[in-house]
Every structure is written in C-alpha cells, then in structure tokens.
Nanobody, 125 residues
Framework: QVRLVESGGGSVQAGGSLRLSCAAS????????MGWFRQAPGKEREGIAT????????VYADSVKGRFTISQDNGKSTIALQMRSLAPEDTARYYC??????????????????WGQGNQVTVSS
C-alpha cells in the first residue's frame, strides 16, 4: 500500500522560507513521477513542482519558478520542497503526490494517483 506522509510547513512572514518533506513507502521511489501541489480556499488544486525521481525532467509552475526547489533523498525515499521568498499568495494547503507507472512528469493533478494528507503553509504580510 502506497503511503505518503508529509511534514514541515507552518507559518512565516512574507519574504521568509519554509521546507516541506514527504516520506514515501510501499512505492517504487527510484523511478517515479512525484511532485508538490497546493490548494488555497475556494481555488482548484494546482501543480507547482514535479519531477522524475530517476533523473531528467523537472517542471515548475511559473508562479514558483526561481523561488521553490524540489529535491529528493533516495536513501530515505523522501522528496522535499524548499520554499523561499514566500508571499501571502503562497498561502495554501500543500500536498505531496505520486503517480502510478508508467508516468509522465506533468503539473496536472489528474495524473497523480497517490496523495499525502496535506500540510498548511500560511504567509502573512
């Protein structure tokens, strides 16, 4: 059974940084499409950073490009999202997701089959 457990996030003032981590189990981590998504109240869930853990493609949403970095730790089967220069519009619940195989690196939430519980990120002005 695939399980994704997120940690991190929290509250920060504008301009600050936060980090999210996602530990995967029951999943073929080393050759997988995984990513981070977020959903603000009243808005649709959007993809912000996705990649192939076997190397190669990484895709960022324009809204976070240059500020957020997605990374992986193969030894711990975790992915992380380092967030810098946070702004109030980044406030949302952030989710880790993974795709069944075969997969395509894509920001569309519909391509992902497994989801974490979500962690809140709140940025105050």
């Amino acid at each position: 059974q695939v399980r994704l457990v997120e940690s991190g996030g929290g509250s920060v003032q504008a301009g600050g940084s936060l980090r999210l981590s996602c530990a995967a189990s029951g999943y073929r981590f080393r050759s997988a499409c995984m990513g981070w998504f977020r959903q603000a109240p009243g808005k649709e869930r959007e993809g912000i950073a996705t990649f192939y853990t076997g190397g190669g493609s990484t895709v960022y949403a324009d809204s976070v490009k240059g500020r957020f970095t997605i990374s992986q730790d193969n030894g711990k089967s975790t992915i992380a999202l380092q967030m810098r220069s946070l702004a109030p519009e980044d406030t949302a619940r952030y989710y880790c997701a993974a795709s069944a195989q075969p997969c395509m690196v894509d920001l569309s939430p519909t391509r992902y089959n497994y989801w974490g519980q979500g962690n809140q990120v709140t940025v105050s002005s």
